[in-house]
């Protein structure tokens, strides 16, 4: 795996694939980075240039460009010196910080940065747990490892610190002088924290219950229940209306809990401006076009005035076939230029630029064509790997293929000023999510019935109609170093939706 760009893959609804991506960061030096994403398309999906063009995709496709979640352990909430809440502590320590708008903002800032560090300090947690206990499975007695049981107890222990250590400076925001936005950043992000924690305490149990011993399953499991229920309480005393009810319909829970989510997240998003990508040239390429088509109407009109003389009638019939084929001669050269720089140009560019727009970080180009096999590199044909049977469904005419193409070069001098407030920032989140309603349309019903014979009998079996659309995705690192890999994904779909994604390992 190339180690500037890491890939996470994931359904993010029934419909919609998201790709997240990792771009690696590199201090007041150029990073620059192309991804090339090969969508094969069963020809029976009927996705082709007339059917499905580009502007279609566009609608399908969504991204958002956002710093990539600075990293602490559990621990170091409360005794490191990156800790978001160890600033918001340090801040409100200060003696004028009431009445100082910039100390304002920097509180509000590290009070989201808390609430999204801890979010992405709990997934890391629970991540090495898996890793843990996947050594432990791979043991010979496969017994539970000790190292298991600290992580279990390291959560619970941290979690509690965090939320005592947060709360205790509600009696310094309850305070008259306070402005309202801070005292509601400062109820979003206990709130937020209190849901994150249940949350993650009802994950643990099901970790605990599945994988711990007896004689230590009980013990966590009670402390983990008491967890619970006292964030629980906690939310109902503090009058904050997420609180998950047995038969209720929890709307409002999940409400909050997503508000909430993005709410802290929000801090890490970053300014883009999307515009149309070589506009310029394309007017160049419409002046060109129109030059050589003005040349060859010019050119007849001369000859013939030349030849027959100025109002006559074969110089009028010369100037309406001059000016038809004028109109075609513009155009068809519009369409040869185009082709011809088309490889070289973009759709869209995007500009990334910190929330407030003052600093640029970087660009974003993107292009989306539809290819012939033959342009394809060989090692995505490769990847592909097609057997005899995807050629019988294609009834040998191979696979509609869409090359979508993404460019960022990422450039940021002096972070520190850059990014004031934030621990140090070592990548860009790219997330890609893409809807594949327009695929379904032309899919057969999901579900079908066929018979088979069993002691005499006819006995009718269910069976699932699937389609696969694989995706390949060629990342190449240009600054700093030249690093290509290849990524292959199968998407698994019906007529309902995704059915599944498979990462498909590389041959």
């Given at each position: 795996m190339l180690e500037t760009i890491q890939q996470a893959v994931k359904h993010h609804d029934q419909y919609q694939i998201e790709i997240k991506l990792d771009y690696e960061l590199h201090a007041n030096q150029k990073t620059l980075y192309q991804i090339a994403t090969y969508f094969f398309v069963p020809q029976s999906l009927h996705i082709t240039a007339d059917t499905y063009p580009r502007q279609y995709f566009y609608r399908d496709a969504q991204s958002h460009i956002r710093l990539k979640t600075p990293s602490l352990n559990l621990r170091e909430f409360t005794d490191g010196d990156l800790s978001p809440l160890r600033k918001i502590e340090a801040l409100v320590h200060k003696k004028d910080w009431l009445s100082d708008l910039t100390c304002h903002d920097q509180i509000v800032t590290q009070m989201k940065l808390l609430s999204a560090m801890l979010k992405s300090a709990l997934r890391e947690h629970f991540n090495l747990i898996e890793r843990r206990v996947a050594e432990v499975q791979a043991t010979p007695h496969?017994?539970?490892h000790?190292?298991?049981?600290?992580?279990?107890d390291e959560f619970i222990t941290e979690a509690a610190h965090v939320t005592q250590r947060y709360r205790a400076l509600l009696a310094d925001f309850n305070l008259p002088k306070v402005p309202p936005a801070v005292f509601t950043a400062f109820?979003?992000?206990?709130?937020?924290?209190?849901?994150?924690?249940?949350?993650?305490?009802?994950?643990?149990?099901?970790?605990?219950?599945?994988?711990?011993?007896?004689?230590?399953?009980?013990?966590?499991?009670?402390?983990?229940?008491?967890?619970?229920?006292?964030?629980?309480?906690?939310?109902?005393?503090?009058?904050?209306e997420s609180i998950l009810t047995e038969g209720g319909d929890n709307e409002t829970y999940l409400y909050r809990a997503s508000i909430l989510k993005k709410y802290a997240s929000s801090v890490l998003f970053l300014n883009t401006d999307v515009q149309p990508d070589g506009k310029y040239w394309k007017h160049l390429i419409l002046?060109?076009?129109a030059g050589i088509a003005m040349i060859f109407a010019t050119a007849v009109a001369f000859y013939f005035q030349y030849q027959y003389g100025n109002f006559t009638l074969p110089v009028f019939i010369a100037l309406v076939i001059g000016y038809m084929f004028k109109d075609r001669i513009k155009e068809l050269s519009r369409?040869?230029?185009?082709?011809?720089?088309?490889?070289?140009?973009?759709?869209?560019?995007?500009?990334?630029?910190t929330q407030d727009g003052q600093?640029?970080?970087?660009?974003?180009?993107?292009?989306?064509?539809?290819?012939?096999?033959?342009?394809?590199?060989?090692?995505?044909?490769?990847a592909r790997n097609r057997d005899h049977i995807t050629d019988l469904s294609n009834e040998g005419r191979g696979e509609s293929i869409i090359c979508y193409t993404k460019e960022i070069e990422l450039h940021i001098k002096n972070q520190a000023?850059?990014?004031?407030?934030?621990?140090?920032?070592?990548?860009?989140?790219?997330?890609?999510?893409?809807?594949?309603?327009?695929?379904?349309?032309?899919?057969?019903?999901?579900?079908?019935?066929?018979?088979?014979?069993?002691?005499?009998?006819?006995?009718?079996?269910?069976?699932?109609?699937?389609?696969?659309v694989n995706l390949i995705s060629r990342y190449k690192t240009v600054h700093p170093g030249i690093n290509k890999e290849n990524r292959h994904l199968r998407l698994i779909l019906n007529q309902k939706g995704i059915r599944r994604i498979e990462e498909v390992p590389a041959l």
């Open positions: 496969g017994k539970t000790y190292l298991v049981h600290n992580l279990v109820t979003f992000t206990d709130e937020s924290l209190s849901i994150l924690i249940e949350e993650s305490a009802v994950e643990m149990f099901q970790i605990v219950d599945e994988y711990l011993k007896k004689t230590n399953r009980e013990d966590y499991k009670l402390a983990l229940s008491e967890l619970t229920a006292r964030e629980t309480k906690y939310r109902k005393t503090r009058g904050y002046s060109f076009a369409v040869i230029f185009d082709q011809r720089l088309e490889k070289y140009l973009f759709d869209r560019r995007t500009v990334i630029r600093h640029r970080l970087g660009v974003l180009r993107e292009k989306v064509r539809f290819i012939d096999e033959r342009d394809v590199p060989l090692s995505v044909i490769r000023e850059v990014l004031r407030g934030f621990p140090e920032i070592s990548g860009v989140n790219d997330i890609f999510r893409f809807d594949v309603r327009h695929f379904l349309n032309k899919m057969a019903e999901p579900v079908q019935e066929r018979l088979i014979i069993r002691d005499g009998n006819l006995m009718p079996q269910l069976c699932h109609k699937v389609y696969h």
